[in-house]
């Protein structure tokens, strides 16, 4: 299976967009967002898990990582309510289930293999650092390799650089309109931009976003 595999493209991928599936689990339903591979792949997800709804126990190949979005997540290493930012190695395993019911962005397979940390960051209560220009605000989360992820808050109309993405970028708009000269995201809205792209982003309403530079595949890579 492949969607959304060409890595050179831009891409960007609304809720109006979404077009929910069945997963092998019961009461697991999932919007791919890109995917190389079958049912194992690398992939990016937002997974809705229905009250009560629980996975087979499984290991992560190519390591997990996920930002709850809705709900309390659960495995046998604890409970992760909303905001919840977690990293499972590869190698790891568990069985996720949840009482309340929960929606995820889960990134799977995309792990460089020197990337051993595993940890969980509640968002909501750590504390942003100042940003590259007023009004932006930074939660950095994690950084290996090539790869930076960070949440970055913006207040109401600020404004930021024209900047090009070297390694590429991705976003998940986490809360209010997020926008750029290409377009205006709201909550929800997925964006992926290759290797060199470019644009100069601002936010009217202000916004929380989920950021994720220099890990895409360079066009000889991919």
Same mark, same amino acid.
């Given at each position: 299976?492949?969607? @959304?595999?060409?890595?050179?493209?831009?891409?960007?991928?609304?809720?109006?967009?979404?077009?929910?599936?069945?997963?092998?689990?019961?009461?697991?339903?999932?919007?791919?967002?890109?995917?190389?591979?079958?049912?194992?792949?690398?992939?990016?997800?937002?997974?809705?898990?229905?009250?009560?709804?629980?996975?087979?126990?499984?290991?992560?190949?190519?390591?997990?990582?996920?930002?709850?979005?809705?709900?309390?997540?659960?495995?046998?290493?604890?409970?992760?309510?909303?905001?919840?930012?977690?990293? @499972?190695?590869?190698?790891?395993?568990?069985?996720?289930?949840?009482?309340?019911?929960?929606?995820?962005?889960?990134?799977?397979? /995309?792990?460089?293999?020197?990337?051993?940390?595993?940890?969980?960051?509640?968002?909501?209560?750590?504390?942003? @650092?100042?940003?590259?220009?007023?009004?932006?605000?930074?939660?950095?989360?994690?950084?290996?390799?090539?790869? @930076?992820?960070?949440?970055?808050?913006?207040?109401?109309?600020?404004?930021?650089?024209?900047? /090009?993405?070297?390694?590429?970028?991705?976003?998940?708009?986490?809360?209010?309109?997020?926008?750029?000269?290409?377009?205006?995201?709201?909550?929800?809205?997925?964006?992926?931009?290759?290797?060199?792209?470019?644009?100069?982003?601002?936010?009217?309403?202000?916004?929380?976003?989920?950021?994720?530079?220099?890990?895409?595949?360079?066009?000889?890579?991919?």
């Amino acid at each position: 299976m492949r969607i @959304n595999a060409d890595f050179s493209k831009r891409v960007v991928i609304r809720p109006e967009d979404y077009q929910w599936a069945a997963s092998p689990a019961a009461g697991v339903e999932r919007m791919m967002l890109d995917r190389v591979g079958d049912e194992v792949a690398r992939a990016t997800t937002i997974v809705k898990f229905a009250p009560g709804s629980r996975f087979d126990a499984h290991t992560h190949g190519g390591g997990e990582e996920f930002l709850v979005l809705e709900g309390v997540f659960s495995d046998e290493t604890g409970d992760f309510p909303a905001g919840s930012y977690v990293r @499972n190695p590869i190698g790891t395993s568990h069985t996720p289930h949840t009482d309340a019911g929960c929606t995820i962005l889960v990134k799977l397979h /995309q792990f460089d293999a020197g990337d051993q940390q595993q940890f969980h960051i509640d968002t909501t209560t750590a504390a942003f @650092n100042p940003g590259l220009v007023d009004g932006l605000t930074v939660l950095p989360l994690h950084s290996a390799a090539s790869e @930076n992820v960070a949440l970055v808050r913006w207040a109401p109309g600020t404004r930021f650089n024209a900047h /090009q993405h070297w390694g590429g970028e991705e976003i998940f708009v986490l809360e209010g309109t997020f926008q750029d000269e290409h377009g205006s995201y709201p909550k929800g809205t997925w964006i992926r931009s290759p290797h060199l792209s470019q644009h100069k982003p601002y936010s009217e309403e202000g916004c929380l976003i989920y950021v994720k530079t220099g890990h895409l595949p360079m066009p000889e890579a991919a």
